[in-house]
């Protein structure tokens, strides 16, 4: 299995949103995408790690890369300092993406507390871009006080991770299960 994990932003150059203590998501979003790779390549699974101020660069890593899946990492932001929480987007519902997205939003709410927001639509350049399943997983509000301390807490961090490999794993364990019973069925 081959997934491309991508820190939003770039740390030095475009440090996305920026929380009332200073946190920058780039940061963040460098720090959990380490943490997703290593839980990820612990169960052998190839990973591509990629952080890049040019979105086409992003997106041209990872289809070279020849990635089955591809999760972008952000952290939200709003004017309205209460918004807090999870969501996870993909370009359309009904698909394969949506199916990834679900089971990561499910894993982070769950281990983390936060807010569900729900699975969303949205057309990033990165989701539509990129020739595979593909979420962009917007961890938790920075310009929100209690969520900011989740991202900036080292345990909390290691959690969201945590629970975005396993969000990935559960969607490939789905997949894997409806193959061999579809098999099994054939063989039948
Ligand atoms: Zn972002």
Same mark, same amino acid.
């Given at each position: ?7 939003? &932003?770039?740390?030095?150059?475009? *440090?996305?949103?920026?929380? &009332? ?22 169960? *052998? ?14 997106? %041209?890593?990872?289809?070279? @890369?020849?990635? !089955?899946? @591809?999760?972008?990492? &952000?952290?939200?932001?709003a004017n309205n300092a209460d918004a807090k929480g999870t969501e996870a987007f ?5 698909? !394969? *993406?949506? =199916? ?5 939003? =499910? ?23 990129? %020739? ?10 920075? *310009?929100?006080? !209690? %969520?900011?301390?989740?991202?900036? %807490?080292?345990?909390?961090l290691d959690q969201f991770a945590a629970a975005i490999a396993r969000g990935i794993? !559960? ?18």
């Amino acid at each position: 299995m081959k997934v491309t994990i991508n820190g939003g &932003h770039y740390p030095g150059r475009d *440090s996305g949103a920026v929380g &009332h203590t200073g946190l920058q998501e780039a940061s963040v979003t460098r720090d959990m995408m380490a943490r997703v790779a290593c839980y990820l390549r612990a169960i *052998s699974y190839e990973v591509l790690e990629v952080q890049e101020n040019v979105l086409s660069h992003i997106t %041209d890593a990872s289809n070279e @890369f020849g990635a !089955d899946l @591809f999760v972008s990492i &952000h952290c939200n932001a709003a004017n309205n300092a209460d918004a807090k929480g999870t969501e996870a987007f993909c370009v359309q519902t009904g698909g !394969d *993406s949506e =199916k990834l997205a679900i089971c990561i939003q =499910k894993q982070i709410v769950s281990s983390l507390g936060t807010v569900d927001r729900g699975v969303k639509t949205g057309n990033f350049y990165v989701l539509r871009l990129t %020739d595979c399943p593909a979420v962009l997983v917007e961890t938790a509000f920075i *310009s929100n006080k !209690d %969520d900011e301390k989740l991202l900036a %807490d080292e345990n909390s961090l290691d959690q969201f991770a945590a629970a975005i490999a396993r969000g990935i794993t !559960d969607y490939v364990n789905e997949l894997s299960t409806f193959f061999m019973e579809s098999e099994s069925i054939t063989l039948s």
